[in-house]
């Protein structure tokens, strides 16, 4: 069965430091990848996704995700942090074979930066 | 761009009641969602459909029900709401063209069942 996992439910940074933010995927066929933003009270946001093609994508605000298929990884990044960036991130996953345009999405990862 | 809007961003019902959650997207998108989001738990999908008066299960309908009856609009049904349906409530939509396609998603409906 397919699943997205995200490893660290909360992960706090310094404003200035890298971001890394770890997407893992279970899927037998080849996946499109998406990672969310949701600021606090607010609905759900694209940040950037991979379909088919170059596997590093840019997304918006800086922030980018490599996909790599030896690792079954989808790790989102940013070289430095704002303020402005905490936020709770989502990763999520479709497939041909599962149902059309439906997503599964992993748990969240909620991002703290500290001044 | 895109727009999804939700008929109450808050909203408080008492156990039994019949609640209604409306969803409205202007792109003329095929498919559309709902999905609930609870902390740790992160989304899951309630409902989805993709054509007007189409619909199909998500991974928990249970206490649930919806109705597509013009293609922008998109309503969630709580038949006898409960204190375990308190919750954050996201409707999204999409093309319905790709497997890739985006979701785009409205600001969500917080409800508290008391």
């Known amino acids: 069965a397919q699943s997205v996992t995200q490893l660290g439910s909360h992960v706090s940074v310094s404003e200035g430091a890298l971001v890394l933010l770890r997407c893992n995927y279970s899927s037998s066929v080849p996946p499109y990848l998406f990672w969310y933003v949701q600021y606090p009270n607010q609905g759900l946001q694209l940040l950037l996704k991979?379909?088919?093609?170059?596997?590093l994508v840019k997304g918006i605000n800086g922030f980018e995700a490599e996909f790599k298929k030896s690792e079954t990884s989808f790790h989102l990044t940013k070289p430095s942090a704002h303020m402005s960036d905490a936020a709770e991130y989502f990763c999520a996953v479709s497939f041909y074979g599962g149902s059309q345009g439906n997503l599964i999405f992993g748990k969240g990862t909620k991002l703290s930066v500290k001044p | 761009d895109v727009k999804v809007t939700q008929s109450s961003r808050y909203l408080v019902k008492r156990t039994g009641e019949k609640v209604f959650l409306e969803c409205v997207q202007d792109m003329d998108h095929e498919n559309m969602f709902w999905y609930r989001q609870d902390p740790g738990l992160g989304l899951r999908l309630i409902y989805f459909s993709y054509d007007v008066k189409m619909k199909e299960k998500g991974d928990i309908p249970e206490g649930y029900s919806v109705s597509r009856e013009k293609k922008e609009r998109f309503s969630l049904i709580l038949e006898s709401a409960s204190t375990n349906q308190t919750s954050m409530y996201l409707c999204a939509s999409s093309f319905g063209t790709s497997v890739g396609d985006t979701q785009y998603f409205g600001p969500g409906t917080r409800l508290t069942v008391l």
């Open positions: 991979y379909t088919t093609g170059a596997t």
